[in-house]
Nanobody
Framework: QLQFVESGGGLVQPGGSLRLSCTAS????????IGWFRQAPGKEREGVAC????????KYADSVEGRFTISRDNAKNTVYLQMNSLKPEDTAVYYC?????????????????WGQGTQVTVSS
């Protein structure tokens, strides 16, 4: 069974930065479109950023555009979500999701594989 693992979450003050990582063992992550999603308490899960498997095109939710950056490091078989200028409303559990040879998108239905999530808390 394919397993995707997120890491890098934690507690950060407003205005601070965090970098989340999504890794997987036993497969080449560059063959997969990767999406980052988040779910805050009492809210639906929403897509925040994605990167396609071919070409590496990216998309962002309006709420994070200009603050978050998704990228790949194929040598490390890792996809990152760099989060800058964090706000309290960014507090959520963040998930990475994957689709083999996918175009990428911000909809949950576009992904087959999901990680367990990592908590991000933005608070002073």
């Amino acid at each position: 069974q394919l397993q995707f693992v997120e890491s890098g979450g934690g507690l950060v003050q407003p205005g601070g930065s965090l970098r989340l990582s999504c890794t997987a063992s036993g497969l080449r992550l560059d063959y997969y479109a990767i999406g980052w999603f988040r779910q805050a308490p009492g809210k639906e899960r929403e897509g925040v950023a994605c990167i396609s498997s071919v070409g590496g095109s990216t998309k962002y939710a309006d709420s994070v555009e200009g603050r978050f950056t998704i990228s790949r490091d194929n040598a490390k078989n890792t996809v990152y979500l760099q989060m800058n200028s964090l706000k309290p409303e960014d507090t959520a559990v963040y998930y990475c999701a994957a689709e083999f040879v996918g175009q990428g998108g911000l909809g949950e239905h576009e992904y087959e594989y999901w990680g367990q999530g990592t908590q991000v808390t933005v608070s002073s």
